[in-house]
């Protein structure tokens, strides 16, 4: 059973930054890709960054580009989300989540191809 453990989450002013981790069970973390989903409440859950297991592809929605980086530590099962320059339009309830899918060109971005999820961690940005 794979499980997923995000941390990091708090209150940060607009501007500000937060890093969020992604901590997975499981010794075959490395094999597959690894995503970061955000959701408000009433609104679908929306992709945000996401990275091939082996670190050389990543991919980032426009409303962060530029802002946030998706990284991993494979040794330490970890993933990563660095996020600057905060808006208020970022808070959210943060997801990571896994995919069996992705290619060094093209990176699962919908809900549906990603199999574990995490519980979640909120982030709020007060403007």
């Known amino acids: 059973q794979v499980q997923l453990v995000e941390s990091g989450g708090g209150l940060v002013q607009a501007g500000g930054s937060l890093r969020l981790a992604c901590a997975a069970s499981g010794r075959t973390f490395s094999m597959y890709t690894m995503g970061w989903f955000r959701q408000v409440p009433g609104k679908e859950r929306e992709f945000v960054a996401g990275?091939?297991?082996?670190?050389?592809?990543?991919y980032a929605a426009d409303s962060v580009k530029g802002r946030f980086t998706i990284s991993r530590d494979n040794a330490k099962n970890t993933v990563y989300l660095q996020m600057n320059s905060l808006k208020s339009e970022d808070t959210a309830v943060y997801y990571c989540?896994?995919?069996?899918?992705?290619?060094?060109?093209?990176?699962?971005?919908?809900?549906?191809?990603?199999?574990?999820w995490g519980q979640g961690t909120q982030v709020t940005v007060s403007s």
């Open positions: 990275i091939r297991w082996t670190g050389d592809s990543t």
């Open positions: 989540a896994r995919s069996q899918r992705g290619t060094k060109v093209v990176l699962p971005t919908m809900t549906y191809e990603y199999d574990y």
